[in-house]
């Protein structure tokens, strides 16, 4: 069964503040993703990184960036947290090049105050 | 603008009865198309998937029927139950997209006992 893990279920911060998100996955994926969820405007990719060490961007990735160092870990970085930036994070894996589906972590409810 | 759309945010649907989710699509060369459920708290989790080859794929409850020359696809769940009550995205992927999935806004389905 694949598990995919993020390190926060819920986090606050100030604005203006450094902020890592971290997911880890346990099924030796090449592919990760880390998208935001918004009421009504659903899942939007920020970055996805096909293999250690590489990254693309996403659909929305400006003022975020990330970090593959090792397969399993996919690392979500918040520059500078601002207000716009509070949402709900969710991080995914597959296999690559499948087309097949994609297993999400649980969230992270991040609030920026 | 949005490439997958999902026009009613909220359905309430009877316990027994069929709930039927709409999508619909803009871009012609999606190829892939699936549905996730997510509860409150928890990441999406997998549902049922369509390829385009395909007009129908079913499991146990649950259907997609595909409608390429409309754009559009729809999830029946027959009987729906109260556990069903959820929110449903549903996404779409393509080939020249590097095979990343574009998500609809979600729609609320609400499952009455």
């Known amino acids: 069964d694949v598990k995919v893990t993020q390190s926060s279920r819920y986090l606050v911060k100030r604005t203006g503040e450094k902020v890592f998100l971290e997911c880890v996955q346990d099924?030796?994926?090449?592919?990760m993703f880390w998208y935001r969820q918004d009421p009504g405007l659903g899942l939007r990719l920020i970055y996805f990184?096909?293999?250690?060490?590489?990254?693309e961007k996403g659909d929305i990735p400006e003022g975020y960036s990330v970090s593959r160092e090792k397969k399993e870990r996919f690392s979500l970085i918040l520059e500078s947290a601002s207000t716009n930036q509070t949402s709900m994070y969710l991080c995914?894996?597959?296999?690559?090049?499948?087309?097949?589906?994609?297993?999400f972590g649980p969230g992270t409810r991040l609030l920026v105050l | 603008d949005q490439q997958v759309k999902q026009n009613s945010p909220s359905l309430s649907v009877q316990e027994g009865r069929i709930s039927i989710l709409n999508c619909d699509y803009t871009?012609?060369?999606?190829?892939?198309f699936l549905w996730y459920k997510k509860y409150p708290a928890e990441g999406p989790t997998f549902l049922i998937s369509?390829?385009?080859?395909?007009d129908k794929n079913e499991d146990g409850r649950f259907t997609v029927f595909l409608n390429k020359s409309a754009k559009h696809l729809s999830l029946h769940i027959v009987p729906s139950q109260p556990g069903d009550s959820a929110v449903y995205f549903c996404?779409?992927?393509?080939?020249?997209?590097?095979?990343?999935?574009?998500f609809g806004p979600g729609t609320r389905l609400s499952v009455l006992p």
């Open positions: 995914a894996s597959r296999l690559p090049l499948t087309g097949e589906t994609q297993y």
């Open positions: 099924m030796d994926h090449e592919n």
């Open positions: 990184s096909y293999d250690v060490k590489m990254k």
């Open positions: 871009n012609s060369m999606f190829d892939y």
């Open positions: 369509i390829s385009s080859i395909k």
């Open positions: 996404a779409a992927s393509a080939k020249n997209y590097g095979q990343n999935f574009v």
